[in-house]
């Protein structure tokens, strides 16, 4: 048995911060929308409709990115995704997470339910150690899937 087995490895927690770059990127993008939909020629009821599409899209995004606050890998290769209303979710890692040194993108399926969850680390989002520690695992997550 490796010294990188599960039975080994010490459980892993993240707290994650609001990721300020994107979520000002997305607001702006979403106001700029707003306001070319408000310059174009389009009839009102279509601009209207089109942005409360545009607007509610932008709160979704906003807050979604930071719906989880802390993510907890555990020995037996469980996940536990805390929401910022204190309830969690036990989950496991699906097979297409990606690591990238701008971001980190970890989908998850909910283990009772099947429910999938997708939670996007941007490097402001997490001290440098804390990520370092995630793509190791999520690279032996990886090897022990092949």
Known sequence: MSISSKKYATPLTIELAQPVYPAVAAFVVHVLAGIA??????????????????????Y?????????????????????????????????????????????????DSVPSGKR???AIFPT???????RRLRVRLRLESGNRQ
């Open 125 to 131: 989002a997490v001290n440098a150690d804390a990520l």
């Open 117 to 119: 969850f997708s939670i």
């Open 37 to 58: 939909l408000l310059l174009s020629s389009l009839p009102a009821s279509l601009i209207c409709a089109t942005l409360a599409i545009v607007f509610a899209s932008a």
């Open 60 to 108: 979704l995004v906003v807050f979604r990115l930071r719906y989880f606050h802390r993510i907890s890998w555990r020995g037996d290769g469980s996940w536990l995704l805390w929401a910022r209303n204190g309830q969690y979710v036990i989950a496991r890692l699906a097979a297409e997470s990606l690591a990238t040194p701008c971001i980190t993108l970890l989908n998850f």
